[in-house]
């Protein structure tokens, strides 16, 4: 496989990825029943907010590793890499601990706050699959992360489409005024 090929396929499957892991935080992630009887279902919004930030963090990164020369790149797999550990750290924080990740949605159904109290209204918990969806999001996150680190320094470098050539220095600002009158156009 020829390395334009990889940066292809290493660019396409982060992007996969962090879809996957911006899918999963708009499920449900518990499925809780409380005294009495009366079912809540919490969604990933509730439970991880801060899981839609390392998603759309990841899809700019790799927005930015399309065009990044090779010091960047070394950064940038550094920083896909941190976003993948962060994900895996939020999610299995989470679904470690159901009571505190769905005390926002328990308050807004109940008016009841404080841990305590809300861990005393939980008789149930179920958990769905969405939250380990968000945990391979994250490790695959990670190992797209460690593909730029490897194979990164051997891309080829960003074109120089957008970048514009140095302006001619004119000098002093006399010699600007007498380049105009010579008939220079200094926007050319």
Known sequence: MN???IRLTII????????????????PWFEL?????????VPGQSAVPALSALGLASL??????????????VILGVLESAIGVFTVIVAA??????AAASASTIT????VSGPMSIAALI?????TAW????????????VVGVGVLVTGSRWPGPTRRYESAPAEDAGTPAGAWDTLTEGSDPTR
């Not at 924080?93 to 159901?98: E, F, S, V, W």
């Not at 807004?108 to 008016?111: D, I, L, N």
């Open 93 to 98: 924080g989470a679904l470690g601990n159901p």
């Open 123 to 127: 008789a149930t918990v179920g958990t």
């Open 33 to 41: 029943v409380l005294q009495g009887g009366q079912p809540l279902t």
């Open 108 to 111: 807004e159904a109940t008016a």
């Open 60 to 73: 700019a990164l790799l927005g930015a590793l399309s065009i990044a020369g090779r010091a960047i790149r």
């Open 131 to 142: 939250p380990w969806v968000a945990i391979i999001a994250g490790i695959l996150t990670v």
């Open 3 to 5: 390395i334009t090929r």
């Open 12 to 27: 396409l499957a982060g992007i996969l990825v962090a879809g996957l892991a911006l899918l999963a935080w708009t499920q």
